[in-house]
């Protein structure tokens, strides 16, 4: 099996990954700010990470994942003032959200989802030694970052200082000593949520929220850090900068970045009226389509969202989900003692075509384009008058390994074909027309149909499935 290659934005090329410790990957997500439920644009970072952590565990890598809570902001400070509640009950309860949207999504919890309530004590010693080092600087309460003070700041945006320079500004209320230095520490506001720190009361800025839980769980120097594409600059930068500067070494071996989102080949904004949350989306579409549509493009690429492009992914979906139904259903008429053992190299052929997609920067649109090979295949082979147990338990274990690792469900349906209240009836059914009993029998037909359940007569038998 080939090794994992991916794509990293520090370099601008693919490289073949090296985990810094043997058969563990650590790996670090910046997660959201909690003041709302989360946009559809949220979700692919949280869906395209998730796939990413499962093919390195298919893999048999150990990994351990962060993904950190931004529970206190300036954003969060205003929801909380508009709802007459307290910042920690605002972030709780979209924390909470979040993790349920998500979750619909098949997306896995995190083996760490530190806060920054939690984190505290680390950021403000964190902050300290930057200005212990010299490269931080304190100005009536606000702590700023010495931007020039990093030699290589602008080398995962791949931007000089003099570009970056040219559009920096020093906004009203600020006393940084150049328009390029960023905030770590700011003043708290009257009757504002702070905490005490040897520059007085307030909170810190939003890039070193990030460096000081990967330091604090994963340790200095990490393999993966990875976000949405809007996150490279200049809260990545920032990142680099600030653990670089305090730790003198690397800080992330490889970036990982997810396209952009546009929703009906529109900029996803508020004032477009175009801004799409996951708690509805939800309610509209079946989640597991939805991941299914948001692995069908390369993760790196920008995805078009719409209603029709959601539709035509469910067909796809379906398609897929047949062909597995469909070789459950034949497994009870196949037999032992058929050989059709170049069957069985084929679908390891399928196996290691979708591997190879996937060891190429997770590759999750040509993998899939692969199980629609396996599908057609199945179908191929279900052609056959005699079929081998031994090939359709493979087709099945295909399908349901590959399927595993991008996190999508395709076995409600064949889970559903064991019902045994639906077998009975078919059943009776079956023994209606036997009898010819086809007043019975089209009864049966009927009431089932009314619980969305759709009968096709073949040679083999009675198929059935959810309409």
């Known amino acids: 099996m080939l090794s994992i290659k991916l794509y990293n934005t520090l370099t601008r090329q693919k490289e073949t990954f090296e985990p810094i410790e043997k058969g563990k990957v650590k790996m670090y997500v910046c997660g959201p700010t909690v003041y709302n439920y989360i946009h559809i644009g949220n979700a692919r970072p949280a869906i ?61 919890e995190a083996d760490h989802h530190p806060r920054v309530t939690e984190t505290m004590e680390d950021i403000i010693a964190f902050i300290q030694k930057l200005i212990d080092k010299g490269y931080a600087y304190e100005v009536d309460g606000d702590v ?57 009361k307030g909170r810190p800025g939003w890039h070193i929220e990030c460096s000081a839980m990967a330091k604090k769980y994963l340790g200095d120097t990490i393999d993966i850090h990875a976000g949405g594409q809007d996150l490279s600059f200049p809260h990545h930068e920032n990142e680099i900068a600030q653990s670089e500067a305090l730790n003198e070494q690397t800080f992330a071996n490889y970036w990982m970045h997810n396209g952009y989102i546009n929703i009906d080949n529109e900029k996803m904004s508020k004032s477009q009226g175009n801004f799409i949350l996951v708690h509805d989306i939800i309610q509209q579409h079946d989640p597991n389509v939805v991941r299914f549509f948001m692995l069908s493009v390369h993760y790196r690429n920008p995805i078009n969202f719409s209603n029709t492009l959601l539709e035509s992914a469910k067909n796809s979906l379906e398609r897929i989900k047949t062909a597995r139904v469909n070789l459950v259903h034949r497994q009870k008429a196949s ?35 692969v199980l629609f090979d396996l599908a057609k295949e199945a179908n191929v082979y279900l052609q056959e008058q005699n079929t081998s147990t031994k090939v359709i338990e493979s087709f099945v274990q295909a399908f349901d390994d590959l399927m ?35 007043t019975l029998a089209d009864q049966i037909r009927d009431d089932l149909k009314e619980q969305n359940i759709i009968l096709e007569d073949t040679p083999q038998g009675t198929r059935w499935k959810r309409g």
């Open 404 to 438: 595993k690792i991008l996190g999508v469900s395709i076995t409600d349906d064949a889970d559903e074909l064991l019902d045994d209240d639906i077998e009975e009836l078919i059943e009776k059914r079956n023994e209606a027309r036997r009898n010819r009993n086809f």
């Open 335 to 369: 037999t032992d003692l058929v050989d059709h053992q170049e069957w069985i190299e084929k679908i390891n052929e399928l196996k290691s075509r979708f591997y190879e997609e996937m060891d190429d920067d997770f590759n999750t649109a040509n993998a899939i384009s």
């Open 48 to 108: 395209v990470f998730d796939t990413v952590r499962r093919y390195f565990q298919h893999k048999g890598f150990d990994v351990d994942y962060v993904l950190n809570f931004t529970d206190v902001d300036d954003k969060l400070i205003k929801a909380a003032n508009e709802l007459g509640e307290e910042v920690p009950d605002v972030a709780n309860r979209f924390i909470q959200a979040y993790k349920e949207d998500v979750g619909a999504f098949g997306v896995q």
């Open 144 to 200: 700023y970052f010495k931007t020039r003070s990093f030699d290589e700041y602008g080398k995962l945006s791949h931007q000089s200082l003099d570009e970056l320079r040219s559009g920096a500004r020093i906004q009203v209320g600020e006393k940084k000593e150049d328009p390029l230095d960023f905030t770590l520490w700011k003043p708290a506001k009257p009757n504002e949520i702070s905490w005490d720190s040897p520059w007085g």
